[in-house]
């Protein structure tokens, strides 16, 4: 079945470094990718997305690019900043199920 | 964007009572939700499929006598945890799917059993 692997955490960086969570999924077919952000105590809010090989999702500073040939979608961020600070995961959603397979998260403290 | 609301986002109650939680997409319409239990550090479970008009739809392993789910509109779902003990204290987190299949989700409920 449909799997997603993350990076485990917590990741613990300075402001203003470089951010790289790392995900690997195994999947049927042809899926899409997402990260999901969570912050303290809420939800989850979906950060970006990708719906096809060598796709870029990108929003607020981060960015994640579909591999196929590697079946990677690792999020990037050039500069963190504390208000990063939350948890992210990695899903992804096979066409034949309209249901996202979670990967466990990974923890980012990003301190002043 | 499409919100989706929870309420309440905190809720403490006694071992043994039964607490609801609703789950409300505010601007657009959804035929089908989702409720999800979060462990601490730990990835979402996806718990049951709420279908508007119809029984849900319930995952491997999940209670579904104790853990009661309604869609009685196309804006509303809740989730009435029956007989509570503390083992079920957790995150409690909804999700909506609009017309083009996208998944939004709500702030999620602490729910702690006394």
């Known amino acids: 079945g449909d799997s997603v692997t993350q990076m485990e955490g917590p990741v613990t960086l300075s402001e203003e470094a470089f951010l790289t969570i790392n995900c690997t999924y195994t999947?049927?077919?042809?899926?899409?990718l997402f990260w999901y952000v969570q912050y303290p105590g809420e939800g989850l809010q979906l950060l970006l997305k990708a719906t096809k090989a060598d796709d870029k999702g990108s929003n607020k500073g981060f960015e994640a690019t579909y591999r196929k040939e590697t079946t990677s979608f690792h999020l990037e961020k050039g500069s963190v900043q504390v208000s990063d600070s939350a948890v992210y995961f990695c899903?992804?959603?096979?066409?034949?199920?309209?249901?996202?397979?979670f990967g466990r998260g990974t923890s980012l403290i990003v301190h002043p | 964007g499409a919100v989706v609301s929870q309420h309440p986002s905190r809720v403490i109650c006694k071992s043994g009572t039964s607490v609801k939680i609703e789950c409300r997409s505010l601007d657009f319409q959804a035929t089908t939700m989702f409720w999800y239990r979060q462990f601490p550090k730990q990835s979402l479970m996806l718990m049951a499929t709420s279908n508007e008009g119809s029984k849900a739809t319930y995952e491997q392993g999940v209670e579904k006598d104790k853990f009661l789910i309604n869609h009685a509109s196309l804006t509303l779902s809740t989730l009435t945890v029956t007989s509570a003990h503390p083992e079920d204290s957790s995150f409690y987190i909804c999700?909506?799917?609009?017309?083009?299949?996208?998944?939004?989700f709500g702030p999620g409920t602490r729910l702690t059993v006394t």
């Open positions: 999947a049927t077919g042809y899926p899409s």
């Open positions: 999700s909506a799917r609009d017309d083009d299949h996208e998944q939004y």
């Open positions: 899903a992804l959603r096979s066409g034949g199920s309209y249901i996202p397979t």
